[in-house]
């Protein structure tokens, strides 16, 4: 079973950064993707982004140029970096990783960007 936790979620200022990781563990079958999603509230869950098992990395258009998604080997992380942070950003913001032996989301990070 692959358990997905996320964490570094938080209050930050507009303007400001966060940073989000995603920790996988347990049994990741070949070929996989690890995607970040937000959702804020009464509204729909959506993709900001993925980076592949060969870290390809792709990003929805809404999120381009201010989400970077990547890999943090000593940490063994993926990282969601977040910059000139805007309170419509404030929002659950999940992982899930899709993978030869199905798919798992974790719980959840909340970012909330508010002065």
């Known amino acids: 079973q692959v358990q997905v936790v996320e964490s570094g979620g938080g209050l930050v200022q507009p303007g400001g950064s966060l940073r989000l990781s995603c920790a996988v563990s347990g049994s990741v079958s070949g070929y996989y993707v690890v995607s970040w999603y937000l959702q804020a509230p009464d509204k729909q869950r959506e993709l900001i982004g993925s980076?592949?098992?060969?870290?390809?990395?792709n990003y929805n258009n809404s999120a381009k140029g201010r989400f970077s998604i990547s890999r943090d080997n000593v940490k063994n992380t993926i990282d969601l970096q977040m910059n000139s942070l805007e309170p419509e950003d404030t929002a659950t913001y999940y992982c899930?990783?899709?993978?030869?032996?199905?798919?798992?989301w974790g719980q959840g990070t909340q970012v909330i960007v508010s002065s």
């Open positions: 899930r990783i899709n993978h030869g032996g199905g798919e798992a």
């Open positions: 980076i592949s098992k060969f870290d390809s990395v």
